[in-house]
Every structure is written in C-alpha cells, then in structure tokens.
C-alpha cells in the first residue's frame, strides 16, 4: 500500500513519496506532508529558477536560495516567479 499524506498544496489526502528527498528535519517535513504530484511540480519549478537566476546548484548561496523557494511553495504563499519569467508556449 503506497504511502498517503494530507498534502499541504492540494489540501487532499494523495500518495506520498517513496522516502524523504533529504536526510534532515526538513526533508521528513516534505515526507510527511508533501505529495508525489506536488513535488513532480517543485521539480519542475526547482529547473525553471535554476535556468532563470543561473543559478549553480553546488554553491551555498543557491541551495538556501531553492530550500527557502522549496518551503515557500510547499508551506508559504507558493513562492513567486522571476520577474522576466516567460512560460513556454506549446
């Protein structure tokens, strides 16, 4: 039986993640509360901040710049895009 989770973005019970997506306080927090399609969407969102700022995800700087933007969209006001951000059209 897959794990549920009452999921914080959806307000829905859904499937959870397989295992916490990080070995810390934070990552059980995301385990136990966030859920498989909801981080499907932070993935995403996580590439398209990493393209738009330039980031580069091995400095200090840019990972508590994604953990702060990973909280805000999971447990905040869902985070806000650059402001030069163009969606893809299809």
Not at 23 to 34: A, T
Not at 48 to 68: G, H, I
Request: hydrophobic share 35%.
């Amino acid at each position: 039986m897959p794990h549920t989770v009452f999921c914080t973005k959806y307000k829905a019970e859904m499937e959870g993640l397989d295992e916490p997506p990080f070995d810390s306080d934070f990552g059980q927090k995301i385990y136990k509360n966030v859920s498989k399609k909801a981080w499907g969407e932070w993935v995403e969102r996580q590439k398209m901040l990493l393209n738009e700022y330039r980031l580069q995800p091995w400095t200090r700087e840019a990972q508590e710049f994604l953990v702060e933007q990973m909280n805000e969209f999971f447990f905040g006001e869902g985070g806000s895009l650059p402001k030069e951000y163009v969606p893809p059209t299809a």
